[in-house]
T-cell receptor, first 113, second 112 residues
Framework: DGGITQSPKYLFRKEGQNVTLSCEQN?????MYWYRQDPGQGLRLIYY???????QKGDIAEGYSVSREKKESFPLTVTSAQKNPTAFYLC????????????FGQGTRLTVV | SQQGEEDPQALSIQEGENATMNCSYK?????LQWYRQNSGRGLVHLIL?????REKHSGRLRVTLDTSKKSSSLLITASRAADTASYFC????????????FGEGTQLTVNP
């Protein structure tokens, strides 16, 4: 089945640690996105990538980093510089053509302990 | 910054009633999409309406778009308890519509 997979579903981080969230898609989509969602809030764009080896900052990129070495993969690293990382993180992909629907993973819930 | 802003933030209705949610946006768009999110899950695409369309239907969903007012509405008719979820509008921004930006969402509760 084609889809987009995020792992892990739950992640716990100690203060000062970097953690990496995985996002993999087998939809052959060019564009991939990372969003952060806080309780009862909307989605805020962290980073997005339209093609391999290229990505752009979203609205809240500080304290996060990404890479896009393969079309299928767009991992997100939450660095120790992100002071309030506890949130629900969602990855999405689109074919990259304007006016097409986005497919979402099931999310990773990150908690700082 | 949030491109789309939904209202109301929360809506509680009885089964069988209609639910209407509104979305406003700031910049020019090529299309506007509506998504649904069950608690703690990813978003699921519901419907897309292009800027040259005024109304679109899909099952019990009806979406309208008024580009002069920069607003859209989502109507769910004959609501069911299973429709309980958060609903978000999304617009494409940036060069070639490369940024997909979501609003704050409307939390819909349908009481049995």
């Amino acid at each position: 089945d084609g889809g987009i997979t995020q792992s892990p579903k739950y992640l716990f981080r100690k203060e000062g640690q970097n953690v990496t969230l995985s996002c993999e898609q087998n939809l052959n989509h060019d564009a991939m996105y990372w969003y952060r969602q806080d309780p009862g809030q909307g989605l805020r764009l962290i980073y997005y990538s339209q093609i391999v080896n290229d990505f752009q900052k979203g609205d809240i990129a500080e304290g996060y980093s990404v890479s896009r070495e393969k079309k299928e993969s767009f991992p997100l690293t939450v660095t120790s510089a992100q002071k309030n990382p506890t949130a629900f993180y969602l990855c999405a992909s689109t074919p990259g053509v304007r006016g097409t629907e986005a497919f979402f993973g099931q999310g990773t819930r990150l908690t700082v302990v | 910054s949030q491109q789309g802003e939904e209202d109301p933030q929360a809506l509680s209705i009885q089964e069988g009633e209609n639910a209407t949610m509104n979305c406003s946006y700031k910049t020019s768009i090529n299309n506007l999409q509506w998504y649904r999110q069950n608690s703690g899950r990813g978003l699921v695409h519901l419907i897309l309406i292009r800027s040259n369309e005024r109304e679109k239907h899909s099952g019990r969903l009806r979406v309208t778009l008024d580009t002069s007012k920069k607003s859209s509405s989502l109507l769910i008719t004959a609501s069911r308890a299973a429709d309980t979820a958060s609903y978000f509008c999304a617009t494409d921004e940036g060069p070639g519509g490369s940024r997909l930006t979501f609003g704050e969402g409307t939390q819909l509760t349908v009481n049995p």
